[in-house]
């Protein structure tokens, strides 16, 4: 497509100077391939056309261009509002039309935009308007068309990637999108865009695919304008980003609040915000490719993915009204919480049962049977109460602890406790999932437990995974070190409730066909299907 927007251009500039058509060919050429990355939202393409042709087609001198100044060639100002309007040098509005139109449309559609600029062509003949404006018309024609569609080209992009199924309930909501009585929820380190990203792609998008969780709660992503979940996903998510590297630097003293201001005046700016989101896979693509390693590089990758890196909740459950938007509590270490309250149905309270009840089966297994295991031990007090029908409140929980000190992952851990305390007596439980960074034994799994929560996977299986990081993927940057379980889910349930686990097993455990070294991430993700209820009393 680079070349055919080159190709176009170059035809559309004949008339113009061969120095001027091969720059503006060019130009047009390294627009068409950044608009057609898969990270560039539409939106850029159709902003960036209207403004571009309001400056070529408007402020347009011949002579202006044509002559060099003592530094070379210069930029034609624009004219100011009282001058007389200047025609437009012949070729360059047509220039940029049809090269933005190659570039932006999908396939099929670029003669639909030449035909929006030859309509505007015989309108101006017939109105008398001078010719040379058509193309300017049809500019602007063709960027409302883009802007307008772009909801429509976004379904149609994520429906030939098979991110997302036409027509499928979601496992924990009902036809009308009313809360479920079982959900699934996912927990998933996805190493935002590093260690063989341009392959690691399409298969993660196809494992979270092949789940169809309710909730997907992802750590190390590329959130905000960045948008990777959603790439990954397609629509019908509520994404709720945690932006942790940009708010602990915003909250780092004045240098660091100046820093985060001006990224996110950057990032309000259409062009600017095309160039940063295109930074993070072109700068570790090229440290891949040389080997880059050493710690200059590895700050140029964090500089990069600073913006946008950090974790992210992406939900299909309704939230309750009332709820307030969804928070963030900074632990330091440039990490951080997020909670987001959503909605379930009540199921049918289950009977007595211990921790260690359930299926029995390895958490890596394909056998989700079994009557489920409920938190006991530390939930007492009255029923339920309340309406049987009416949805239950629980908080979802998202973290990413430290990973060098046992001590400082212990006292985040604490303080996210300590955060959510004030809000449990209004909950029929808490669903706390993320890298804890922690084997087990450690004092941050001793401190939720301390504090009432217990392990999705101790209650469905008996024990933890044997390990959930590393997964076995191999590439030329990856993090080494001793395999370990690093992820987990683990529940609350508020005194009058009952939280049933009803199955946990380990997900993006296989490796891609016919390479036994290409896995979704680094870490394997891990499935807990769950219900609430109401205790009867």
């Not at 030859?118 to 003949?125: C, D, L, N, R, S």
């Not at 100046?258 to 915000?273: C, F, G, I, M, V």
């Amino acid at each position: 497509m680079h070349g055919v927007a080159v190709l176009a251009a170059q035809r559309a500039t004949a008339g113009a100077a061969p120095a001027v058509a091969g720059a503006l060919a060019a130009a047009a050429g390294r627009r068409a391939a950044l608009l057609l990355a898969p990270w560039a939202p539409l939106t850029h393409g159709a902003r960036w056309l209207g403004e571009a042709l309001a400056r070529h087609a408007l402020a347009a001198r011949p002579a202006a261009r044509a002559a060099p100044g003592p530094g070379g060639p210069r930029r034609a100002p624009l004219p100011r509002r009282k001058r007389p309007r200047l025609a437009p040098a012949p070729g360059a509005a047509a220039l940029l039309v049809t090269a933005a139109a190659a570039a932006i449309a999908p396939r099929g559609h670029a003669a639909a935009l030449l035909g929006i600029r030859a309509a505007a062509a015989a309108a101006a003949a017939a109105t008398g308007a001078p010719a040379q404006f058509a193309s300017l018309g049809a500019a602007a024609a063709g960027a409302l068309l883009l802007r307008g569609g772009e909801h429509l080209l976004r379904r149609w992009h994520a429906g030939r990637r098979g991110g997302w199924r036409r027509g499928a309930a979601p496992v924990g909501a009902t036809g009308d999108g009313g809360p479920g009585r079982e959900v699934a929820i996912v927990t998933f380190n996805i190493r935002a865009v590093m260690d063989r990203w341009p392959e690691r792609a399409p298969l993660l998008r196809d494992t979270l695919a092949a789940l169809d969780a309710d909730v997907y709660c992802f750590q190390e992503v590329l959130t905000g304008e960045f948008s990777q979940e959603r790439q990954l996903l397609g629509p019908g998510y509520s994404v709720h980003p945690c932006r942790a590297a940009l708010d602990s630097v915003a909250a780092a003293g004045a240098l660091g609040a100046a820093y985060a201001a001006a990224t996110r005046a950057l990032l309000a700016l259409p062009p600017a915000r095309a160039l940063m989101v295109a930074a993070p896979p072109a700068v570790e693509g090229w440290r891949e490719r040389r080997g880059l390693s050493g710690a200059w590089a590895r700050t140029l990758r964090d500089a990069s993915i600073a913006p946008f890196f950090g974790n992210s909740i992406a939900s299909r459950l309704p939230q309750p009204a009332g709820a307030g938007p969804p928070e963030t509590l900074l632990l330091g270490s440039f990490r951080a919480a997020q909670r987001v309250c959503v909605e379930l149905a009540p199921s049918e309270p289950g009977g007595e049962g211990s921790s260690s009840s359930g299926s029995g089966s390895d958490a890596g297994s394909d056998d989700w049977g079994g009557g489920g295991a409920f938190v006991r031990g530390f939930s007492s007090g009255e029923g339920g109460g309340g309406d049987a029908s009416e949805p239950l409140r629980v908080w979802l929980v998202n973290t990413h602890l430290d990973h060098a000190s046992p001590e400082i992952r212990e006292r985040q851990a604490q303080a996210i406790i300590d955060w959510m305390r004030p809000l449990r007596a209004s909950c029929a439980g808490v669903v706390f999932t993320g890298d804890l960074n922690a084997p087990p034994g450690e004092g941050t799994h001793l401190a939720l437990q301390k504090a009432g929560f217990a392990s999705a996977s101790q209650l469905a299986n008996g024990r933890e995974p044997p390990a959930t990081w590393p997964s076995g993927l191999v590439a030329p940057l990856m993090d080494e070190g001793e395999p370990h379980c690093a992820d987990y889910v683990y529940v609350w349930q508020a005194p009058g409730h009952e939280l049933r686990v009803r199955a946990a097993r380990l997900a993006g455990d296989a490796p891609a066909a016919g390479d036994a070294t290409l896995f979704p991430s680094d870490h394997f993700g891990l499935q807990v299907r769950l219900a609430v209820a109401r205790r009867p009393g």
